[in-house]
Structures are given as structure tokens and as C-alpha cells.
């Protein structure tokens, strides 16, 4: 009886030791990735990729609706838990003049740097396997910095820039490369194509504002100065004759194709600022929530999205299943320069002197900006400006116009 009592001891002794050893499920990692409502699909087939890559995560969107009512609650939601703490994990978002009649999260990303929202990637870019700084126009990547380190990672840029024909500009005997040298350039051709972009005159001023210092970056003289050149400007050209029929293939829309397509020869030119260069604008940018609690996942997500086959390729394959081969599409769709530089890799069929001329066109940019509630504040200020000048009413009018629009920007900076 005894052999088996000590048996039975043995195995209930054995049973709790095996209990003892084993371990408990780990819970499961949930990264939240906040996006507007046009990004959606795309983050979606990003973050099933990484799920497939990665075990034991999953991914979830949180995302922006286009509805404006419903939007706001949404990001007002979004804002209130970050300052308590908590929300999203990562921003993919969008910016630019195409979206300053929707619903933002951030009016204004670059403020921002300037708080406590969002996570300095420095550390994690040193270790990066795919988001290698080096690769990137610095130039660009700056606008992303502040003096605590890489605040936000710009994905996407453009800028305004035209492709002509060699023969559409004869005569011209220099690039204009000022605002002061474009609008007292008489090249009719160039004068045309300009003409259509001149509403959109917030480039023309280069950076707006010193966010550290809390100041603009212009005087309100300047500001009233260059409304009254942009609308001289704009009555040089309004009722001229003979406007040419084709301008060959300009603009910002499907710029690239149509320039790779093109076998004439070429001359590219950008829209150049008052201080002697060109005004890049972010279009699509990821940071990392400093609340994060899982840093790691989260820049694991921000890595992958830099991979080649992401940013150029069909996607990656894992196992029997494709994922990821839908972000490419919205660079191209938008039409904007990557981070990353690797032209060559989006359009091969780019001649070697097209690749060139680009690149000269990047040297060009001393100025980068985040669209935000400054620039909107120039545009809205514009058209009623514009009807004014034109209809020849009093200078007071614009002058109160001016000063009003100054005060609310040099308020939005100090908010």
C-alpha cells in the first residue's frame, strides 16, 4: 500500500512540475495605425503584410472618415487621447492643397514636431533594415527634424514644375530662378503656363514660419507686396492673345509618364520662391505616437513600408499570399517624388538626361513645408484679395484684409 501511496505522490509530484514549466499564451500585440479614409485600403494591404511577417501581432486601423461632421468627432477623440496618454500607435497621413477642404487630424504637422506628440525615430533609423537615411534627400528628410531628432519620416514630395519642349521656349535666354525673375520674364510660353499656379502663391514665400521661435518668416509689407505682384501678374496675362494651344507636357499630373513617353528634347523648370529656389511640399509623412507601448511593432510597420518592393515592386510574397502591392499605387496616383530618391526604379523608361535634369531640379529646393492652417490662411486670403484688385476698389479694403489675415497666422503659431 505504502509502494503505491508513493507512486501516486510521484505523479501528482511530476503533474504539478509539468504544470509549473509551462508557459502562459502570450497576449497577442495589437499595433494601431491611424490613416485618413483615402489611405485605408492601402495601410490595410500594408498591415496584412506585416501580420504575415510578423507573429503573434495584429494590425488595426483607425481611420479618418470623409464625412467633415464625423471626421472632427473622430479626431477630436483622437486628440483628447493623446493628451491623456493613450491613442494611436502610428500616423500615416496625407497633406497638401488637395486636402484643405477635408478634415485633418494635425492643420499643422510641423508645429507639432514641437511638442511632446510624437516619438524621435533616431534611434530605430540607426538600426533600420530598409529605412536607411542615407538614401534619402536630406533635404526633404530635414523638414521632418527638430533639435530632439526625427520627429516625423516624410514618405512623399512634389513641388510645381514644368517639362517643355526645347522649341516651346525659344528665345529664352535663362531659366528664371526667383519669383522676381519668373514674373518679369517675357517668355509667353512660360508666362502661360506660370499663370494657372499663381492662386496658389503660399510656394512663392519659401518656409512661413520659425516654429521654435514662434514667429513668421515674413513681415506683413512683404505679404501685402507679393499679393499686389501675383495680381499685376495675373492681369499681364489675363487677356492676352494667341495663347498657345499646347504647352506640352507640364503640370503636376502624371508629370513623370508623359515625360518618359516624350522624346523631344527637354527642358524642365520649376516655379521658383522670393529667396532664389523651390518650395517642396510634403505629401504623405509617418510618425509614431510617443505614447506608444509597443515602440518596436510600431517601427517595424514604419521599416517595412521602405522596403523596394513596397515603395517600386508587386508586393512580397509569403507563403501562397501576396501583400503589400498597393502602396506603390498611391505614389504613382498622386504623382509625387519618394523619399528615396530611386527615380529610376519607379520610371525606368526615364532617359539618363531626364534623370538628370530632376536631379538638378532637387538641388534647387531650399524650402520645404508641411501644408497647414498657415498656408490655407494665404489661399482663403487670395481669391477675395484678387476680385478687389481687379474690381479697383479702395486699398484700404485690401490693406485690412492683409492685416487681418497677418494676425490670425501669427496667432495659429503662438496657439
Known amino acids: ?23 502562459p499564451p502570450q497576449e497577442e500585440k495589437t499595433l494601431t495605425v491611424c490613416v485618413e479614409a483615402e489611405l485605408a485600403d492601402y495601410a490595410r494591404d ?30 477630436s477623440n483622437i486628440r483628447t487621447e493623446l493628451m491623456s496618454g493613450e491613442g494611436p500607435d502610428v500616423f500615416l497621413l496625407s497633406t497638401g492643397a488637395e486636402r484643405e ?33 542615407e538614401k534619402f534627400n536630406q533635404k526633404i528628410l530635414e523638414a521632418g527634424k527638430t533639435e530632439k531628432g526625427q520627429m516625423i519620416l516624410p514618405i512623399t514630395y512634389t513641388y510645381r514644375k514644368f517639362a517643355f519642349r526645347k522649341t516651346d521656349l525659344e528665345g529664352l535666354q535663362e531659366i528664371p530662378l526667383s519669383w522676381e525673375e519668373l514674373r518679369t520674364c517675357e517668355n509667353p510660353v512660360l508666362q502661360e503656363a506660370v499663370f494657372y499656379y499663381t492662386n496658389r502663391m503660399y510656394p512663392l514665400f519659401g518656409e512661413l514660419a520659425d516654429y521654435k521661435e514662434g514667429k513668421l518668416l515674413f513681415t506683413e509689407k512683404e505679404l501685402q507686396t507679393m499679393l499686389e ?11 492676352r492673345e494667341n495663347r498657345p494651344e499646347d504647352l506640352s507636357i507640364q503640370g503636376l499630373f502624371d508629370f513623370y509618364p508623359n515625360l ?12 521658383p520662391n522670393k529667396n532664389g529656389g523651390i518650395t517642396a511640399e510634403i505629401g504623405t509623412y509617418i510618425a509614431v505616437n510617443r505614447n506608444t507601448k509597443i515602440p518596436d511593432e510600431a517601427f517595424s510597420f514604419l521599416d517595412l513600408l521602405f522596403r523596394d518592393e513596397i515603395l517600386f515592386g508587386p508586393g512580397i510574397e509569403v507563403g501562397t499570399k501576396w501583400g503589400g502591392n498597393m502602396f506603390q499605387r498611391w505614389f504613382s496616383d498622386k504623382d509625387h517624388l519618394i523619399l528615396n530618391q530611386e527615380l529610376a526604379k519607379r520610371y525606368p523608361d526615364l532617359s539618363e538626361a531626364d534623370l538628370t535634369a530632376l536631379e538638378k531640379l532637387d538641388n534647387q529646393i531650399n524650402a520645404v513645408s508641411f501644408y497647414s492652417d498657415l498656408e490655407k490662411e494665404l489661399a482663403d486670403l487670395y ?21 487681418k489675415a497677418y494676425e490670425t497666422m501669427k496667432m495659429k503659431i503662438l496657439e
Open 46 to 75: 500594408l498591415l496584412d503584410l506585416w501580420e504575415m511577417l510578423n507573429e503573434g501581432v495584429q494590425g488595426k486601423l483607425e481611420i479618418i472618415p470623409q464625412d467633415s461632421d464625423t471626421a472632427e468627432i473622430k479626431a
Open 383 to 403: 481669391w477675395p484679395y484678387f476680385q478687389s484688385y481687379h474690381a479697383k476698389e479702395e486699398e484700404t479694403k485690401r490693406l485690412e484684409m492683409v492685416s
Open 101 to 133: 477642404s477635408m478634415p485633418v487630424l494635425f492643420p499643422n504637422p510641423e508645429k507639432l514636431m514641437y511638442t511632446d506628440t510624437f516619438l524621435p525615430l533616431d534611434d530605430f533609423l540607426e538600426t533600420a533594415e530598409y529605412a536607411r537615411p
Open 260 to 271: 518618359a513617353a516624350s522624346q523631344d528634347e527637354k527642358i524642365l523648370v520649376g516655379i
Open 1 to 23: 500500500m505504502k509502494k503505491y501511496a508513493s507512486i501516486f505522490i510521484v505523479s501528482i509530484f511530476c503533474l504539478c512540475c509539468t504544470g509549473c514549466g509551462k508557459k
Open 229 to 239: 505682384e501675383v495680381c499685376a501678374y495675373t492681369e499681364w496675362n489675363e487677356y
